[in-house]
Nanobody, 126 residues
């Protein structure tokens, strides 16, 4: 079992930045791909970005390209999401997810992830 805890959400004005963190604990000695998803009110949960267990591969949704950056520090069992140039449409609950995936590449569908955090609210005001 892996437990994931997100932090760093909050209220920010459009054009601002936030950095989310996701700390993993428990059975962290396996090779996990990590991802960030988000869910806005009335909408389905959507993939934002993901990173392979080694950090060598990343994947971004079109909405995140050029503005968001995912990174990880395996020594700290932590994944980060740096979000710049935030827009009101980025408002959502952001979830961290993990899947044991000792391969290159990153899954992008929520059904392929086994572990989820509780989510952190990001609100971007116009």
């Amino acid at each position: 079992q892996v437990q994931l805890v997100e932090s760093g959400g909050g209220l920010v004005q459009a054009g601002g930045s936030l950095r989310l963190s996701c700390a993993a604990s428990g059975r962290t000695n396996s090779k996990y791909a990590m991802a960030w998803f988000r869910q806005a009110p009335g909408k389905e949960r959507e993939f934002v970005t993901g990173i392979s267990w080694s950090g060598g591969s990343t994947n971004y949704a079109d909405s995140a390209k050029g503005r968001f950056t995912i990174s990880r520090d395996n020594a700290k069992n932590t994944v980060y999401l740096q979000m710049n140039s935030l827009k009101p449409e980025d408002t959502a609950v952001y979830y961290c997810a993990a899947r044991e995936f000792p391969f290159a590449g990153v899954p992008t569908t929520s059904s392929r992830f086994d572990y989820w955090g509780q989510g952190t609210q990001v609100t971007v005001s116009s």
